[in-house]
């Protein structure tokens, strides 16, 4: 546990957050709904969850408080201030800052009942934040009509920008718009989700657990990053789809600088092989490629599937290497309408040894040294 | 070494996607042969009643085609090829692969171009073209079939596809059988064919002195304890002459296939543009030929039909041993197959015994959906268990046996089909044997999601063997060879693929040898000395 905690007596909640709709905040929590598992960080800036699979590959979602009409952080002991800063937007690269994380309060919960209990509310296609251009939407939030608009586009890959356009003839956009409000109380309680929605309130109570005690982020090296490469994430899905095929144990992906292809993804099956070609002069696919040195990875094609979700919301995708052969995927999520402030999705994957068919190798002693510097990446990427 | 390089265009890969998915249907492999001129896709089923045959023409069909065969195979390539085709089969190149491999690439390439250019921009899929080259290097183990598919914006997808040795099973088919033919605009008939329930299995057709053409779907019993597996359901459609385009029919000409065959293969004709299918067939017993071509794809489909029962009562098990025995012997080796067949034919007339009383009963059965025939019901209902039990051993169906409902209600189904078509009606004794018939033609019902239903077609697999046509003889024995070899050499390959050849070349080894039970001993005896 990192923060003290809050006597039984607990003056009020460390953190409360409103939002009138759970339907973007469950299809981001379902991008990483793999696990059962997942790891709850609150901080000013953002609350994060992350989910880890073999110790291998790490997933976070932040939900940065602009998707929330409302989101208040009092750390239960000092900075009442940090509180108040939250107030005004901090910038989306500090939003999604993973590693600044000293004060935050942490705790595990089951996101597989957290998804049900938003699916409760939101996740049925209705759309109770007026999305449907109409601005119906009277809720007291600051960034309100930001995260409306895409909430009843129907999952998919071909969701992509052009596709934000929200269904004007939903059928429940006539709904009274609901609340949907997080409450956590501090250490040792549970993280309440009450929902209200025509004066019908659920209140889902989600015990929350002690966090294990390593549960750091697989480190990223940004010093020797060995290539980064942006490209639209629907082309990353349908060739991880064509993989998939395959049914492969490993995911062979290669870049490299200069010869063609620049950047390649790989899979043997049991029947056939294939391999996925990407040029990098095709702008329209691939918007930045810079390779410093050449890079071939091995991954195991189970663990990297588990990201295809989000590259099937996402518009964009920043793949990054480090020399350790640790492979960063950020996908960028449109949650609202152009322009708003895009959320990101991260997924880390160790490598696979060079010969062995199963990963854990040295690579693993998970020591979260990372720094900041993130947010330069994250900065680019949003443009 | 032989040179294969074809190209394909978007529409012709979308093209050969329907005819993989049609082959599909039939089989789990599919067996390539490139000739100079054309590339032919061949499928046998498991039970080896359904032949399928779909010919690529290089020049039509491709945008390019050209193969340059193995000049060090010429020599020796008169080993395996058929007599009839030897010579223009010399130097082919045949390779054997897995239909699943082949699908998912070339599943959905054909994308028209979109109209909104900033949707085309974020578009996945379609491509450009489709490049399919052999790649043989047989000393370095890199044998592989590589596709290339050119994609827009610049995406390369390559699949290197493993494929085998195989020999080539031709379906033969005598020009003498075909007295009857028809033919029809496979839109026409493909507007039918959904009427044609799920679960039924055999698809009679008719032809009356009216006219008309009967298309008749109906079910097999198939008892498995209290439970049934198949319900019975029949469908029949009169169509008129007027929508045939051609009808030469024998009056009173009745044949059975599998309604799941016959329905895929509307299927994929109905996904060409008017064509025409063309089925020309002779005595129930002899295969079905249906043909058409569009575009340089020519699509030949040959299917067992059922063997109609004979008119007398006690005579009835014999003519189907008659023939198996008949089609067995000419394999060469058959003469453990004909032991098997005279069993059978023992075992269904044992079945038929006590179902003699019956038969008045259900002659004026000729209402379609008449359920309520009771009596007939418990009289029959022994014999099903009496067939089932020697074939499938420990499912041993007998204390059921008392199920009357379940049994009259499928057998009735069987019976009435006969009688609604052409068929003449027939005794009850016959249904039996119909239904032991029915399981020698076992290939056909050919459910693949039947689990159980497939432990019996299993056991059964040896008749269909024997069903083909005499002339594959001295040539199933090299590809069984060809198989075991296979197996034995690949090591490497895929579980999946072993599983199958070897469970192909038990089924074939059990078609002209012996017994279930020693299928792989006698297999592994031959090949091992």
Redesign the interface.
């Known amino acids: 546990m990192t923060q003290n905690p809050t006597p039984s007596a607990t003056p009020g909640p460390i953190f409360s957050a409103i939002s009138s709709s759970t339907r973007h905040i469950y299809d981001l929590l379902k991008c990483i709904g793999f696990m059962p598992i997942a790891s709850v960080s609150i901080s000013a800036d953002n609350i994060r969850f992350s989910v880890e699979d073999s110790h291998s590959m790490q997933a976070n979602v932040c939900l940065t408080p602009d998707l929330f009409s409302s989101y208040n952080y009092t750390p239960s002991t000092i900075h009442p201030e940090s509180a108040a800063a939250a107030a005004v937007p901090p910038s989306s690269a500090e939003q999604f800052n993973l590693e600044s994380e000293e004060n935050n309060e942490k705790f595990q919960i089951s996101l597989s009942a957290l998804l049900e209990c938003l699916q409760i509310f939101g996740a049925d296609g209705s759309n109770n934040s007026g999305g449907g251009g109409g601005g119906n939407n009277n809720n007291n939030r600051h960034g309100g009509t930001s995260i409306s608009g895409r909430e009843n586009v129907p999952f998919g ?1 071909q969701q ?1 920008p ?1 596709f934000g356009n929200p269904n004007l003839f939903e059928q429940n956009s006539l709904r009274l718009p609901g609340t949907c409000r997080f409450v956590y109380q501090g250490n040792g309680f549970p993280l309440s989700i009450i929902l209200e929605d025509s004066g019908v309130t659920t209140t889902c109570h989600l015990t929350t657990f002690i966090p294990q005690s390593s549960t750091d982020l697989i480190p990223f090296n940004r010093t020797t990053l060995t290539h980064k490469i942006i490209l ?1 994430s ?2 990353l ?3 991880l789809l ?1 993989l998939d ?2 049914s492969p144990e490993t995911l062979i992906y290669s870049v490299s600088p200069h010869k063609r ?1 620049n950047f390649s993804l790989s899979a043997t ?11 990098s ?2 702008k ?2 691939m918007e930045t490629f810079l390779v410093h040195e050449g890079f071939v990875g091995r991954y195991k094609f189970g663990l990297v599937r588990k990201a295809m979700r989000a590259m099937g919301v996402a518009s964009k995708v920043s793949l990054r290497g480090d020399g350790d052969g640790v492979l960063s995927m950020q996908y960028l999520v449109e949650v609202g309408e152009k322009g708003a402030p895009p959320t990101f999705i991260d997924f880390r994957f160790l490598p696979l040894n060079h010969e062995d068919d199963y990963e854990d190798e040295e690579g693993e002693g998970y020591s979260g040294m990372d720094g900041a510097g993130e947010d330069d990446d994250e900065d680019e990427m949003m443009e | 070494m032989s040179t294969l390089q074809i190209i394909l265009n978007p529409l012709a890969v979308d093209r050969l996607h329907e005819a993989l998915t049609c082959l599909s249907k039939f089989g789990d492999s599919v067996t390539l042969e490139a000739r100079r001129n054309k590339l032919n896709l061949r499928t046998l089923n498991p039970t080896h009643s359904a032949h399928i045959l779909i010919c690529l023409a290089g020049d039509t069909f491709c945008d390019s085609y050209n193969f340059v065969p193995d000049p060090t195979k010429l020599s020796f390539g008169s080993n395996g090829g058929s007599q009839v085709s030897q010579r223009s089969e010399e130097g082919a190149f045949k390779c054997k ?2 239909v ?2 082949l699908l ?2 070339f599943r959905g390439r054909y994308v028209q171009e979109p109209i909104n250019k ?2 085309d ?2 578009m ?2 379609g491509i450009d073209k489709c490049e399919i080259v052999l790649q043989e290097k047989p000393n370095k183990g890199q044998c ?1 079939l590589v596709v290339k598919l050119f994609c827009r ?10 494929y085998e040795e195989a020999d080539i099973i031709h379906a033969s088919f005598l020009k003498e059988w075909g007295v009857n033919k028809w033919a029809i605009r496979a839109g026409e008939l493909k507007k039918w064919m959904e009427h044609f329930g799920p679960k039924t299995e055999h698809l009679e057709i008719a032809a009356d002195e009216e006219e008309r053409v009967n298309f008749t779907s109906y079910t097999l019993k198939i008892i498995d304890g209290a439970h049934i597996l198949k319900t019975p359901l029949q469908t029949s459609i009169e169509l008129d002459l007027i929508e045939f385009n051609e009808f030469q029919v024998a009056t009173d000409t009745s044949i059975a296939v599998s309604v799941k065959d016959f329905k895929s293969i509307v299927t994929h004709a109905g996904t060409l543009e008017h064509v025409q299918i063309q089925a020309v067939y002779g005595e129930p017993g002899q295969p079905m030929q249906i043909t058409y071509d569009q575009n340089g794809m020519f699509c030949e489909f040959t299917l067992m039909t059922r063997k109609k029962g004979a008119a007398g009562p006690a005579g009835k098990a014999e003519p189907v041993a008659k023939i198996m025995s008949h089609r067995s012997a000419i394999p060469g080796s058959g003469s453990g197959s004909v032991v098997r067949t005279r069993e059978q034919s023992v075992v269904s007339r044992k079945s038929v015994t006590p179902a003699g009383p019956p038969t008045a009963s259900i002659q004026p059965m000729v209402g379609l959906r008449d359920t309520s025939r009771p009596e007939s019901v418990q009289i029959e209902m022994p014999p099903p268990p009496l067939r089932v039990t020697p074939l499938v051993g420990s499912m041993s169906v007998v204390p059921n046996s008392k199920d009357s409902p379940l049994i009259s209600g499928t057998r009735q189904s069987s019976f009435t089909a006969g009688l609604r078509g052409s068929l003449q009606p027939r005794q009850s004794q016959s249904l039996f044997i119909m239904d032991e018939d029915d399981d020698v033609f076992g290939p056909s019902p050919a459910p693949a999601g039947d689990e159980q239903f497939e432990a019996l077609l299993d056991d059964l697999d040896d008749e269909d063997v024997l069903g083909w046509d005499a002339s594959l003889g001295s040539e199933r024995v090299s590809f069984v060879e060809l198989q075991e070899r296979a197996v034995n050499a690949d090591k490497g390959k ?4 072993k599983e199958k050849e070897q469970r192909g070349g038990r089924v074939e080894e059990s078609g002209s040898y012996v017994e279930a039970t020693q299928r792989k001993n006698v297999v592994k005896g031959l090949f091992d000395d």
């Open positions: 890959r992509g052009f639209k629907a082309f899905h349908d060739a064509e095929h395959l292809p099956g049991i029947l056939s092989s294939a391999t996925i070609d990407f040029s002069n095709n329209i696919v | 692969m897995n699943k491999a998912p690439v900033e949707r921009e974020n996945v899929g592989r914006q610049g995406i390369m997808k390559t699949f290197r596809l493993q895929t579980v999946v693929t």
